[in-house]
């Protein structure tokens, strides 16, 4: 079952959208070599509580961090650790924020100091793919237009789309219906309707989308060993149209009006 929200519902995430969005600003600024990932979740964990926000994914299905810190060939969900970041290496952090009862959700790749070209294409595509992801949100198309168009757009750039971890609607808890595919068929699945709220999060691999799983169960990595990058943001379907949750732009600009 798919819960609509509120606007009501959806300004209280909106407020944990912007805090997330501001907490990723920071974490850009801390990312460098030399610097750990256990550094960034100790910062979240920290900066979360000085903004009277909780980290949601702390205690979620026995997921022990704030964050997920997945370095290079981690596709999703790698734990934070006390090992230094290298020049070249890229690495993606996703949170979940929890504010006055709203939850949202973002995940973003960082390059750590100079990148080499190819890895920069990985970032900038996958980052596009976020993006022509979104442009398909709008009452009447379906959920199967979203992941259409970014799978469409990463194989005409040479990479590949993980199959095995997709976007979800999100509310009261992380995961809800409806579930959001970054790959499929245009005109299939749900139809977007106002009061939805869901995440798109592709992951893109320069290699093969195939992923296995680490031993503790938990972190998924590229089956071929190739690099993999995430954007995520969470978008709400509103009678005026779409809103992105988690804008980092939007925020950076809220001072100015
Ligand atoms: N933020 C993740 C997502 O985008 C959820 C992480 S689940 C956790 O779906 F258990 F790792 F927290
Ligand atoms: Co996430």
Redesign the pocket.
């Known amino acids: 079952m798919i819960v609509l929200k509120s606007p009501r519902e959806i300004e209280k995430m909106h407020e944990a959208g912007k805090l997330l969005a501001s907490t990723h600003k920071e974490i850009a600024k801390l990312i460098k070599p030399g610097v750990t990932t256990w550094d960034i979740e100790v910062f979240v964990d920290e900066y979360l509580k000085k903004h009277g926000a909780t980290p949601?994914?702390?205690g979620?299905?026995?997921?022990e961090?704030a964050t997920?810190a997945s370095v290079n060939d981690e596709v999703?969900?790698g734990f934070p650790r006390k090992q230094a970041l290298k020049e070249g290496d890229i690495v993606t952090i996703?949170?979940?924020v929890r504010l006055n009862g709203g939850l949202a959700?973002?995940?973003w790749s960082y390059a750590v100091g100079e990148v080499d070209p190819q890895t920069q294409k990985l970032l900038d595509v996958t980052k596009t793919a976020l993006y022509k992801g979104i442009e398909q949100v709008k009452i009447g198309n379906r959920i199967g237009d979203i992941g259409h168009a970014i799978q469409t757009y990463v194989e005409a750039e040479g990479f590949s789309v993980v199959r095995d971890?997709i976007?979800?609607g999100i509310g009261a808890v992380?995961?809800e219906k409806p579930d959001v595919p970054h790959f499929g068929f245009p005109g299939k699945g749900p139809r977007i309707k106002e009061g939805m709220v869901f995440?798109i999060?592709p992951m893109v691999n320069i290699g093969h989308w195939a992923t296995k799983m680490d031993a503790n169960g938990?972190t998924a990595r590229t089956m071929d060993g190739s690099l993999s990058a995430q954007y995520?943001h969470t978008i709400a379907v509103t009678k005026d149209g779409i809103l992105i949750l988690t804008d980092q732009e939007e925020e950076k600009t809220a001072g100015s009006h």
């Open positions: 949601e994914q702390k979620y299905r026995g997921y961090y997920c999703c969900h996703d949170m979940v959700d973002s995940a971890f976007g979800h992380i995961h995440t999060e938990w995520e």
